[in-house]
């Protein structure tokens, strides 16, 4: 009897120790909370494309594509070769000079606008 | 907002909701890798890498099929079992120095540092399925049916889990009754 109440004792102090840890609340530090936003937003999904050059400008109605086709980095081939598909069905007349321009133009930073995922390379996020 | 709502605008591009996601998941994170940890440095690496796994998971992320404090729960979980799995086993209490002065208060802390040492041990000993229910359970605070959903079983199993996880603690600590100051006029009271 004198050790299944030493057995009820240590479960009592047991539960004891483990309600008191349940109240503490310990606060993430300032700096974690950096480091965390900073992974965020190295891995938040790419929002700013490339714009094609002016040689390509699209009418308001396509400039959904042209985005897209700007965002694509240059290395990117298999990606360029499946964007460069839909591009050419939609690019204005004359509009193949400017495919090249549309790889290598000057970057800016515009609305991301939403893609079908099965244009995208890419495995699992995780 | 909903946080399936912010996560899903964190992968649409929006720059603002990864900071109100950080500040409202992130303080819940840590502490639960705190109180399961009792190490800081540990807890922030978990807290991190849980984070970091809902960034990645965010373009994936399904609305509808699970809520993302659940799944930061069972992330964050995990993460813990695996740091108490691979940390050495605690140095036994004389092993510790005694404080110059002997003041009592002082020999209380470290007698209290120790109960979460050996607590957080023998919560590594533990099967990781049954650590993770009496942390949930008991360092969380959360219902059975809650647990139930983060570790995707029924909460018959969860009691099942709770009640061999806790009956293991009390085991493995109960070995170390006279080191963890209980059992001798100390009835474990730490107020």
Known sequence: MVMMATQDDMDGAVTALLDALRTETPRPSDDLMSRVLADAEALQPETEVILAGPAVAAPAADRGWLHLIGGWPAASGLAAAGVMGLWLGYAPPGGLDGVTDAFVGDPLAVSWIETPEDWLLGGDAL | ?191
């Not at chain 2, 399904?62 to 729960?73: D, F, H, L, P, Q």
């Not at chain 2, 359970?137 to 018959?156: A, Q, T, Y």
């Open chain 2, 1 to 191: 907002m909903e946080d399936a709502a912010l996560l899903a605008a964190y992968a649409g591009g929006d720059r603002g909701a990864a900071a109100l996601l950080t500040s409202r998941l992130l303080p819940r994170v840590f502490a639960q890798a705190m109180r399961m940890l009792q190490d800081r440095a540990e807890a922030e690496d978990v807290a991190q890498e849980a984070m970091l796994r809902l960034w990645k998971q965010a373009p994936d992320w399904r609305a509808g099929e699970a809520k993302v404090s659940t799944w930061m729960y069972r992330v964050t979980a995990n993460l813990c079992t695996d740091r108490l799995r691979k940390r050495r086993p605690t140095e036994p209490l004389d092993a510790v120095a005694e404080p110059a002065d002997g003041r009592a208060s002082v020999l209380s802390e470290m007698v209290e540092a120790e109960r979460r040492a050996a607590l957080t041990a023998a919560l590594g000993d533990l099967p990781e399925r049954q650590a993770q229910a009496v942390s949930l359970r008991h360092l969380e605070g959360l219902s059975n049916p809650e647990i139930g959903s983060i570790m995707d079983m029924s909460v018959e199993a969860v009691e099942s889990l709770i009640a061999r996880g806790k009956r293991g603690l009390v085991q493995r600590l109960a070995g170390r009754k006279a080191d963890l100051g209980y059992g001798n006029g100390d009835d474990g009271d730490t107020g």
